[in-house]
C-alpha cells in the first residue's frame, strides 16, 4: 500500500470520527498523521520492514495507536478501526474466511475468547487459547498458523500476549461507559451509521459512542452479529472499544440471564470482577432494564 493510499485511509477515519462526534483532537491527530505520510519520503512499508512499528513512532505527529493503525494498513491492507466506523465491521465472516475456520468455529471463537481480528486469531492460536476452546489439536492448529502466516505475510512469529497490565478498565468503568451509551441511545441522543450487515435499506439505525475516560477513549455500539440478531439482542449487547494510546482492545457487556447476577449488566470472561463489584456497591444496586 503507498503511502497515499493509507493517508486516504486515515483522513477517511478522520471524517467519519467527526461526523461521530468524537474528540477534536483525536481527529486532528489522524489529519496529521495522514500528512505526514503524504511528505514522507520514503515509503511506509519499508519502515515497518526495517525498523517495526517503533520506527513509525519516530515520524512526526504519529505515536503508539497510530503507528498500529498504519503498520496494519501495511501488514493487511484494511483498519479493522475504519470498517467499524464504516458499519462494515463482521469479525465472524472474517474469521470464518480463513481455511479450516467455519462459520460455527468462527462463532465460537468470536463468542468466548472476543477474537474479531486475523492479528488476534494468530495470538490465540500460538498462547494456548485456541487449545483451551477445544476442538484444535496440535495439526489443526499448525496448519492455522501457517495460513495466516501467509495471510498476514509476516515473518516472525508473534510472542505470547503478556498478562493485562494494570491499567486494564475496571469493571467498574466498562458498566459506566455501557450505562452512558444505553442511557444516550435510548434517548436518541448519538449519531448512527448504516451497518452493511442485516441491513438491506442501508438505514442508519446503529448508535455509536465515542467517549474518555481517564486512562483510556472508548467506543460503543450494538453487537450486530449474527447471534445477536438470533437471540433478539441487538439492544441489549452492547459492544466497547477501548484504547490506551499503546493498542485497541474489546468486550461485550450483557444483561446475564442466569445465577447469582441474572437481571445485572455484566462484562463478559471477567464474571467473577462483575459479582465482587456489584457485592462492594451493596443489595440496593439497580438491575438492568
Known amino acids: 500500500m503507498e503511502n497515499r493510499d493509507i493517508a ?7 471524517e467519519l470520527l467527526a461526523l461521530q462526534v468524537e474528540n477534536p483532537f483525536r481527529v486532528a491527530a489522524y489529519r496529521r498523521a495522514a500528512a505526514t505520510l503524504r511528505g514522507l519520503g520514503r515509503r511506509a512499508e519499508e519502515v515497518v520492514r526495517a525498523e517495526g512499528r517503533t520506527g513509525l513512532t519516530r515520524l512526526v505527529g504519529i505515536g503508539d495507536s497510530l503507528a498500529a493503525s498504519i503498520e496494519e494498513l501495511v501488514v493487511t ?28 468455529t468462527a462463532h465460537r471463537i468470536h ?49 505470547p500476549p503478556a498478562p493485562p497490565p494494570p491499567e ?16 444516550k441511545a435510548g434517548r436518541g441522543a448519538l449519531p448512527t451509521i448504516a451497518p452493511r450487515r442485516f441491513n438491506p435499506a442501508g438505514e ?9 475516560r481517564e486512562r483510556a477513549r472508548y467506543t460503543a455500539l450494538f453487537s450486530n452479529t449474527a447471534r445477536a440478531h438470533e437471540l433478539g439482542a441487538t439492544r441489549d449487547w452492547v459492544v466497547i472499544y477501548f484504547d490506551d494510546g499503546v493498542a ?7 444483561t446475564e440471564r442466569r445465577g447469582p447476577l441474572a437481571g445485572r449488566r ?7 470482577e462483575c459479582r465482587d463489584h456489584y457485592a462492594a456497591e451493596g443489595a440496593g444496586t439497580p438491575r438492568a432494564a
Open 168 to 183: 486494564e478498565p475496571s469493571v467498574a468503568e466498562l458498566l459506566d461507559v455501557d450505562a452512558e451509551y444505553r442511557h
Open 77 to 104: 491492507g484494511r483498519l479493522a478501526l475504519l470498517d467499524r466506523l464504516r458499519g462494515r465491521t463482521d469479525p465472524e465472516a472474517l474469521l470464518a474466511g480463513v481455511p479450516g475456520i467455519g462459520p460455527k
Open 8 to 14: 486516504r485511509h486515515l483522513d477517511e477515519v478522520a
Open 248 to 254: 485497541e482492545r474489546q468486550c461485550t457487556v450483557v
Open 266 to 272: 455484566v462484562v463478559r470472561g471477567r464474571e467473577p
Open 204 to 212: 442508519a439505525w446503529l448508535p455509536i459512542l465515542h467517549t474518555e
Open 111 to 159: 463468542q468466548h475468547l472476543g477474537i474479531a481480528t486475523l492479528e488476534d486469531l494468530e495470538l490465540a492460536a500460538h498462547d494456548g487459547r485456541l487449545r483451551a476452546l477445544g476442538g484444535f489439536g496440535p495439526k489443526r492448529t499448525q496448519g492455522l498458523r501457517d495460513a495466516l502466516s501467509g495471510r498476514l505475510r509476516r515473518r516472525p512469529q508473534p510472542t
